[in-house]
């Protein structure tokens, strides 16, 4: 999957960000944590705009399958948080995955 997103540094000196992008798996997966899935890192001048693309790889999303004995992604809805720290989330969206999938590993 891929996220695509701007920033802008909106200060009066160049700066340095650190997007990250963090996933919360639906109920069914019984995990209740927040993931960090992705993150990147730059600098950019004052008053600069950047967009960023992260691909987020489906392992980051899956979980073990111990009755099928294999990863795999789980029914539901998914949560994906973009911020510049896990206390700082800034946008949120989410996904359904109506089937399972199995995850490459």
């Known amino acids: 999957m891929r996220i695509r997103f701007t920033v802008t540094n909106s200060g009066p000196v160049t700066g340095t960000d650190v997007p990250q992008i963090y996933a919360t798996l639906p109920d069914t997966s019984q995990e209740r944590a927040r993931r960090l899935v992705q993150w990147s890192r730059l600098s950019l001048a004052a008053g600069q705009s950047r967009t960023v693309e992260l691909v987020v790889d489906d392992k ?7 009755a099928a004995k294999q990863w795999s992604r789980p029914i539901g809805e998914y949560g994906l948080h ?6 700082d989330l800034r946008l949120t969206t989410t996904l359904y995955l109506d089937r399972p999938q199995p995850a490459a590993r």
């Open 60 to 66: 980051h999303l899956s979980i073990w399958d111990t």
């Open 82 to 87: 973009l911020g510049a720290s896990a206390a």
